[in-house]
T-cell receptor, first 113, second 110 residues
Framework: GAVVSQHPSWVICKSGTSVKIECRSL??????MFWYRQFPKQSLMLMAT?????????EQGVEKDKFLINHASLTLSTLTVTSAHPEDSSFYIC?????????FGPGTRLTVL | KQEVTQIPAALSVPEGENLVLNCSFT??????LQWFRQDPGKGLTSLLL?????REQTSGRLNASLDKSSGRSTLYIAASQPGDSATYLC?????????FGKGTKLTVNP
């Protein structure tokens, strides 16, 4: 149990377009989901924490108008990268909390041309 | 601000060797510490979770220890195998969130 999926697993887009990434907890309900970004050879950096039915809490330095997070249900959170630029190219990983344990998705590789 | 450091950044060993990965953290006020495995281009797989009140956890060939007062944890891998090749991440949980180290990239050579 405790499986988290992400879709898509990879995406290539043109600069200026928007990209939506979905994160789903498949076999449990998650009131809290997290979005991380990982650059090559770097650690995972928390971008934001989303709670079902409320606004996401963004970490310092993360633009909330650029990275739109929606946690519409207990099993789905979405991250939309708006007006993507090449510097947004990264590996995005979501995580869903069940109790005190976080379960991680397989990640989404975003490449912005 | 919590900072997590992992040493070494990379490690290459022959198959069968026992090895130790190190993790240190600056703020000892943690709830738990977790070790993850990450394969290239993939997400994270949780290996071991140690609560702040515990000293160690074991799972198969893996043993993780925690010395909260000194801000250190080690991950011991016994009888390493080529399939153990991956990046190992250490993460500590403070009041609300996990803080990750940069990881140790392990290569086990057959």
């Amino acid at each position: 149990g405790a499986v988290v999926s992400q879709h898509p697993s990879w995406v290539i887009c043109k600069s200026g377009t928007s990209v939506k990434i979905e994160c789903r907890s498949l076999d449990f309900q998650a009131t809290t989901m997290f979005w991380y970004r990982q650059f090559p050879k770097q650690s995972l950096m928390l971008m934001a924490t989303s709670n079902e039915g409320s606004k996401a809490t963004y970490e310092q330095g993360v633009e909330k108008d650029k990275f739109l997070i929606n946690h519409a249900s207990l099993t789905l959170s979405t991250l939309t990268v708006t007006s993507a630029h090449p510097e947004d190219s990264s590996f995005y990983i979501c995580s869903a909390a069940r109790g005190e344990t976080q379960y991680f998705g397989p990640g989404t590789r975003l490449t912005v041309l | 601000k919590q900072e997590v450091t992992q040493i070494p950044a990379a490690l290459s060993v022959p198959e069968g060797e026992n090895l130790v990965l190190n993790c240190s953290f600056t703020d000892s006020a943690i709830y738990n510490l977790q070790w993850f495995r990450q394969d290239p281009g993939k997400g994270l797989t949780s290996l071991l979770l140690i609560q702040s009140s515990q000293r160690e956890q074991t799972s198969g060939r893996l043993n993780a220890s925690l010395d909260k007062s000194s801000g250190r944890s080690t991950l011991y891998i016994a009888a390493s195998q080529p399939g153990d090749s991956a990046t190992y991440l250490c993460a500590v949980r403070g009041s609300e969130k996990l803080v990750f180290g940069k990881g140790t990239k392990l290569t086990v050579n057959p």
